[in-house]
């Protein structure tokens, strides 16, 4: 059983990952467009971001796998990374419709940023981003993936932190009930966090850098890279 109150403490305690100066300026770019303090609407916009490197993997896995049907090494590595790729991705998707399911909750509409046009704009420049990258550096792609969800991570640390009344708000929502067993919605948030976490260390073993994983009890199996 994990104990999700000591692993938000956990991100809260860690140091950020020292990010890439693209990095940096990519988080920064979010915080202009969103503001620095953590909104529901704000985490709706990084949930709403956050599948698409998956995606651009996917893609180059299987143009890869197409010409070089015959190198079973780089078969058995694309298959994992495609594997790991297509449950991220739903994870990532289960995580916006919880953060759309809180809002309806509290009868929040959303920011102004959602409106139709600022979504789609950074949706298509972070999908062109993430193509070139698993394109031309793969290894490259993977770590800013590892740097965007140790920020996601950290985000919802913070984010609960902020909202302590969520440890008294039950949960009702059937939607919710399909992605997990939670009694609070500070709970519910704590798993996504922790989820983040999940995804910023696969992202570090497929980078080549599992030194950098952050261990806990109870965490799901790493893939095996050889």
């Given at each position: 059983?994990?104990?999700?109150?000591?692993?938000?403490?956990?991100?809260?305690?860690?140091?950020?990952?020292?990010?890439?100066?693209?990095?940096?300026?990519?988080?920064?770019?979010?915080?202009?467009?969103?503001?620095?303090?953590?909104?529901?609407?704000?985490?709706?916009?990084?949930?709403?971001?956050?599948?698409?490197?998956?995606?651009?993997?996917?893609?180059?896995?299987?143009?890869?796998?197409?010409?070089?049907?015959?190198?079973?090494?780089?078969?058995?590595?694309?298959?994992?990374?495609?594997?790991?790729?297509?449950?991220?991705?739903?994870?990532?998707?289960?995580?916006?419709?919880?953060?759309?399911?809180?809002?309806?909750?509290?009868?929040?509409?959303?920011?102004?940023?959602?409106?139709?046009?600022?979504?789609?704009?950074?949706?298509?420049?972070?999908?062109?981003?993430s193509?070139?990258?698993?394109?031309?550096?793969?290894?490259?792609?993977f770590?800013?993936?590892?740097?965007?969800?140790?920020?996601?991570?950290?985000?919802?640390?913070?984010?609960?932190?902020?909202?302590?009344?969520?440890?008294?708000?039950?949960?009702?929502?059937?939607?919710?009930?399909e992605?997990?067993?939670?009694?609070?919605?500070?709970?519910?948030?704590?798993?996504?966090?922790?989820?983040?976490r999940?995804?910023m260390?696969?992202?570090?073993?497929?980078?080549?850098?599992?030194?950098?994983?952050v261990?806990?009890?109870?965490?799901?199996?790493l893939?095996?890279?050889?």
């Open positions: 059983m994990i104990d999700l109150k000591n692993e938000q403490a956990a991100s809260l305690a860690r140091p950020r990952y020292k990010c890439s100066l693209a990095a940096k300026f990519f988080f920064f770019l979010m915080d202009v467009v969103t503001g620095e303090k953590v909104t529901l609407s704000k985490v709706k916009l990084i949930e709403t971001l956050a599948s698409i490197p998956y995606r651009a993997w996917e893609i180059r896995q299987y143009n890869q796998m197409t010409r070089k049907y015959q190198n079973e090494k780089l078969i058995k590595k694309s298959r994992k990374i495609m594997s790991w790729g297509r449950e991220a991705q739903d994870n990532e998707y289960w995580h916006l419709l919880i953060v759309n399911e809180k809002m309806k909750e509290e009868n929040l509409k959303d920011a102004w940023y959602l409106c139709p046009i600022i979504p789609f704009i950074m949706v298509i420049t972070y999908k062109l981003m193509q070139s990258l698993a394109m031309f550096n793969i290894s490259r792609a770590l800013f993936n590892a740097e965007f969800e140790d920020h996601a991570e950290h985000v919802y640390a913070q984010f609960v932190e902020e909202h302590p009344e969520w440890d008294t708000q039950p949960v009702k929502s059937a939607l919710v009930a992605y997990g067993d939670f009694q609070t919605w500070g709970d519910v948030f704590r798993r996504i966090g922790l989820d983040e999940d995804h260390n696969s992202s570090f073993v497929f980078y080549g850098k599992p030194e950098k994983v261990k806990y009890e109870g965490m799901p199996e893939p095996v890279i050889k």
